[in-house]
């Protein structure tokens, strides 16, 4: 049975079994009675690894013996193994080669938190956003039935990715076009069934076998020459599993289900596996681990052990506290608003404690909507309350609400329906890389027609603007960032701004420079005024630009400076110097944002260095140009 641990070791624990198997080859020369101390092992080792960098947490717990029984039966990296999603990857991240690299994850030039093909080419296939894996494995499968390889495609999807639709459209065409592949469903307590145990176990080995698939297809032989004979015998077969195992529904869409199985018996797995390997067509696996599975308190606290930060030195001195975070500003909000305006609703893409909505959904659990992970019902779920009188707020993050653009524009904005948009995570969001970063909101939403769109600098700020937004007719967006503001007075009173008006923050005496700031870069700007006696300008609002201030501030300075945590390309710097050339104006203008690159994981303060976007980034640019038009 696996070990059960307690506490987070500090120092580098014993493993001598997994320093043998530091690569899959390594690890298929392993007797397979030597695996669920391997597992014991991989499970301490990635305790001890996850402390000293923190990171996502009970979601590989989950899968090790998976991982393990994976790489033990099939021949990766030849054969395609795709994660989905990618928190899961940490111990198959240790046991293909990066094991003692593992210390620098989500660090600065370190390991990615996530799959990356440039990293290792076990990693086929990089995962960021869930829902991936069964379109990804199934391109794959495609591809070596073309080229006539005998590769196998296993796509492993859990964490409740199985919610979103793509994953749904892949399961459909697979079985169109009967491909050779296996999709394995990690049910972590989180979906569809706990029927687990000695029969469960038992089926799944007895319906996997190639003496049934035999006998199974045999009998399909035999009876399709007797008029519906097979008809009546297939509906059999399917009722009857209909009654123990609820693999109905992944029959009926074509696939041969097996399951559900318990996901951390080794040597079930790995008897399965071996009989599923070399079945043709789409095959199903169902299997149930338990999130967090070995460490007693994220079995008790799934959700707070999703993800964790390292453990500090004994004695260290306590972080200072800084001001709330962001997200938390809005949650606040948010329940303030639904006290007053009973026609409110939130809504989120599984985003319930990111997005901070956990007190509104205890306060008003009727006016709550956790849609999944399906951001593009959540945007059309919205618009079709909002036909209808409601006034849904949906709670995002920036780089999710990309999967629901096309519900964005079409659902909500064309028909010019009353959502209001609270985009989380805009910006950079650090350790967790550019999958996760927010850094093409500004240019995706300003492009479509009568949408307002809204940077709040700090706490206060953004209240105010979530409830412009919210009273504004029509369909409204606030961008704020991950983590916490500088601690500004909050207003307590719901009352909007005048929409399209910025406020200046400094008025600087010398005339020569302009700094428009979109965003929370504002203290920094205002930080680097001083040098150059320069007006600093909180914008508040990408559209409607403040054109009246713009103009006013070009006829008054000699250069204009534009700042924004978004990609430089179609952000809001760009609709200054749109506005500026329809006005035929030849104005000096510095743009600084998000680099025409993916700026890779590190902590937020090295990634806005490395853009320029820092105090002395800022300062320094301004210098630069200020020289060159000297």
């Known amino acids: 049975m696996p070990t059960t641990f307690h506490e987070i070791p500090r120092e580098r624990p014993a493993t001598p079994l997994l320093d043998r198997a530091s690569t899959p080859v390594e690890l298929r020369r392993l007797g397979e009675a030597e695996l669920v101390t391997l597992a014991d092992e991989l499970r301490q080792y990635l305790l001890y690894t996850v402390g000293q960098t923190g990171g996502h947490f009970g979601a590989g717990l989950g899968v090790v013996e998976l991982t393990i029984a994976l790489h033990y039966v099939f021949d990766t990296p030849d054969d395609r193994l795709v994660w989905d999603v990618g928190h899961q990857a940490y111990p198959h991240k240790i046991l293909t080669g990066r094991r003692e690299r593992m210390g620098t994850l989500r660090q600065k030039d370190g390991l990615a938190a996530f799959p990356r093909r440039s990293e290792s080419e076990y990693d086929t296939f990089g995962v960021g956003h869930s829902s991936t894996s069964i379109s990804a494995a199934l391109g794959m499968a495609i591809a070596a039935r073309m080229q006539g390889s005998g590769r196998k495609s296993v796509a492993v999807i859990g964490d409740g990715a199985l919610t979103a639709g793509m994953a749904f459209e892949a399961l459909n065409h697979a079985s169109d076009v009967q491909a050779d592949m296996l999709v394995i469903l990690n049910d972590n307590d989180m979906s569809i069934s706990h029927n687990v145990g000695g029969l469960s176990n038992y089926l799944a080995k007895i319906l996997s076998s190639r003496t049934y698939s035999s006998m199974r297809e045999g009998s399909k032989k035999v009876l399709s020459r007797l008029p519906g004979a097979w008809e009546i015998a297939r509906r059999t077969e399917e009722y009857a599993k209909g009654m123990l195992v609820p693999g109905t529904l992944f029959e009926e869409l074509g696939w041969n289900y097996i399951g559900p199985i318990d996901g951390h018996d080794l040597p079930t797995l790995v008897a399965t596996l071996r009989n599923m390997r070399d079945l043709k067509g789409p095959q199903f696996l169902h299997v149930i681990t338990k999130k967090g599975k070995g460490f007693g308190p994220a079995e008790l606290d799934p959700i707070g052990y999703h993800a964790i930060t390292k453990l500090e030195p004994a004695g260290a001195a306590?972080?200072?506290?800084?001001?709330?975070?962001?997200?938390?500003?809005?949650?606040?909000?948010?329940?303030?608003?639904?006290?007053?305006?009973?026609?409110?609703?939130?809504?989120?893409?599984?985003?319930?404690?990111?997005?901070?909505?956990?007190?509104?959904?205890?306060?008003?659990?009727?006016?709550?909507?956790?849609?999944?992970?399906?951001?593009?019902?959540?945007?059309?779920?919205?618009?079709?309350?909002?036909?209808?009188?409601?006034?849904?707020?949906?709670?995002?993050?920036?780089?999710?609400?990309?999967?629901?653009?096309?519900?964005?524009?079409?659902?909500?904005?064309?028909?010019?329906?009353?959502?209001?948009?609270?985009?989380?995570?805009?910006?950079?969001?650090?350790?967790?890389?550019?999958?996760?970063?927010?850094?093409?909101?500004?240019?995706?939403?300003?492009?479509?027609?009568?949408?307002?769109?809204?940077?709040?600098?700090?706490?206060?700020?953004?209240?105010?603007?979530?409830?412009?937004?919210?009273?504004?007719?029509?369909?409204?967006?606030?961008?704020?960032?991950?983590?916490?503001?500088?601690?500004?007075?909050?207003?307590?009173?719901?009352?909007?701004?005048?929409?399209?008006?910025?406020?200046?923050?400094?008025?600087?005496?010398?005339?020569?420079?302009?700094?428009?700031?979109?965003?929370?870069?504002?203290?920094?700007?205002?930080?680097?005024?001083?040098?150059?006696?320069?007006?600093?300008?909180?914008?508040?609002?990408?559209?409607?630009?403040?054109?009246?201030?713009?103009?006013?501030?070009?006829?008054?300075?000699?250069?204009?400076?534009?700042?924004?945590?978004?990609?430089?390309?179609?952000?809001?710097?760009?609709?200054?110097?749109?506005?500026?050339?329809?006005?035929?104006?030849?104005?000096?203008?510095?743009?600084?944002?998000?680099?025409?690159?993916?700026?890779?994981?590190?902590?937020?303060?090295?990634?806005?260095?490395?853009?320029?976007?820092?105090a002395a980034g800022i300062e320094r640019a301004i210098a630069e140009r200020l020289a060159q038009l000297g």
């Open 318 to 614: 306590p972080k200072k506290a800084g001001g709330p975070k962001y997200s938390n500003v809005f949650g606040q909000w948010l329940c303030d608003m639904a006290s007053q305006d009973p026609r409110l609703v939130g809504i989120t893409p599984a985003m319930k404690e990111g997005s901070d909505l956990v007190a509104f959904a205890e306060r008003f659990p009727d006016r709550y909507f956790d849609v999944a992970i399906a951001e593009q019902h959540a945007v059309t779920l919205a618009a079709g309350m909002a036909c209808d009188g409601v006034k849904p707020v949906v709670a995002i993050y920036s780089t999710f609400l990309q999967r629901g653009y096309d519900q964005l524009i079409h659902d909500v904005a064309v028909q010019n329906l009353d959502v209001l948009f609270a985009i989380d995570r805009a910006g950079l969001v650090g350790e967790d890389g550019p999958t996760h970063a927010g850094s093409f909101d500004l240019s995706y939403l300003r492009c479509i027609p009568g949408i307002l769109v809204m940077t709040p600098s700090d706490e206060d700020e953004l209240r105010k603007l979530l409830t412009t937004g919210y009273l504004f007719e029509g369909p409204a967006a606030v961008r704020y960032p991950r983590g916490s503001g500088p601690n500004t007075p909050i207003e307590p009173a719901l009352e909007p701004v005048e929409i399209g008006k910025g406020v200046v923050r400094r008025r600087g005496s010398a005339g020569k420079v302009a700094i428009l700031a979109f965003g929370v870069q504002l203290a920094e700007a205002l930080q680097v005024a001083e040098r150059f006696d320069a007006t600093v300008v909180d914008m508040r609002f990408v559209k409607p630009l403040d054109e009246a201030l713009v103009r006013e501030l070009a006829d008054s300075h000699e250069l204009l400076v534009t700042i924004e945590e978004n990609a430089v390309m179609g952000g809001a710097g760009a609709a200054v110097s749109e506005f500026l050339a329809h006005e035929n104006r030849q104005q000096p203008i510095l743009h600084l944002g998000l680099p025409d690159y993916y700026v890779e994981h590190a902590k937020p303060s090295q990634m806005l260095a490395e853009c320029g976007l820092d």
